[in-house]
């Protein structure tokens, strides 16, 4: 079955950038959509932006204007460009691929964290 794999995550300053990668064992095109989820301690999982497999995006309002989510088909790879990261944005990021309506994968998460 294909497995998702995140990377990138680190330790970044307030104002400051990082791009997660979540890198699909088989091809993106067995999911039709694709999302980035967060979760900070002591908080829900929450949607953070979705592109679909023809390439719409959606966005958490909390992220628009900062973040932008892109995929690149032929490396089977989904993108998360942060810029203008705040503490807030600090949170285990994970990658989601949607098979059909009854089944998802998730990666294992990257942690994101930004000091002030």
């Known amino acids: 079955q294909v497995q998702l794999v995140e990377s990138g995550g680190g330790l970044v300053q307030a104002g400051g950038s990082l791009r997660l990668s979540c890198v699909a064992s088989?091809?993106?095109?067995?999911?039709?959509?694709m999302a980035w989820y967060r979760q900070a301690p002591g908080n829900q999982r929450e949607l953070v932006a979705s592109?679909?497999?023809?390439?719409?995006?959606n966005y958490a309002d909390f992220v628009k204007g900062r973040f932008t989510i892109s995929r690149d088909n032929a490396k089977n790879t989904v993108y998360l460009q942060m810029n203008s990261l705040k503490p807030e944005d600090t949170a285990v990021y994970y990658c989601?691929?949607?098979?059909?309506?009854?089944?998802?994968?998730w990666g294992q998460g990257t942690q994101v964290t930004v000091s002030s």
């Open positions: 989601n691929g949607v098979l059909n309506i009854l089944t998802s994968r």
């Open positions: 088989g091809s993106i095109f067995s999911f039709t959509d």
């Open positions: 592109i679909t497999r023809g390439g719409s995006t």
